[in-house]
């Protein structure tokens, strides 16, 4: 199986020069053209990217996330929900990357096999990193009026959460 993970994208690149070779098409400039098309819509994701990135860093490094999840502390224990996951559960819409460190975290300190591994690992596979979407593509195109957009994703998010709280435990 690891040979052909380790082949499977060679492969794809050999097929995808064969297949424009094929059709007599030539694959070099037709690969240049598009990183010179693409180079312009880098340059406007960027700005997004970095306020987004930065915005992120200063709620994780002020400490604000840790005092929050300690106010919620007693809600989730009347309610007999492991404390430890609702930092994956809150910042997965905010940051994929800062949620696999979380969810990596409770790896460590649990084991992946655990009840908690288990439940993190469902909430990071079943939510969606929404506000990096919403602020990343939304801004890269230029759509100021965002609508419903955030507030569905969210609830998805939120929904997402909920049902692993709810079939998580009847499987582990």
Known sequence: MKVISNLFI???LVFVISYGL??????Y????KGV???FPLLLKM????LAMILAINI???SGLVEDFFSFLKPIL????IPFDILPIAVMRPISGSFGLALLNDLYTQYGPDSFIGVLSSVIQGSSDTTIYIITLYFGTVGIKKIRYSLWVGLLAD???VILSLVIVPLFF
Do not use: E, W
């Open 10 to 12: 060679p492969i794809i």
């Open 22 to 27: 094929f059709k007599k098409t030539n694959v």
């Open 29 to 32: 400039d037709s690969f240049i």
């Open 36 to 38: 010179k098309d693409g």
């Open 46 to 49: 960027f700005p997004s990217l």
């Open 59 to 61: 709620f994780t490094n």
């Open 77 to 80: 224990i009347l309610f007999n």
């Open 158 to 160: 939120l929904a997402a």
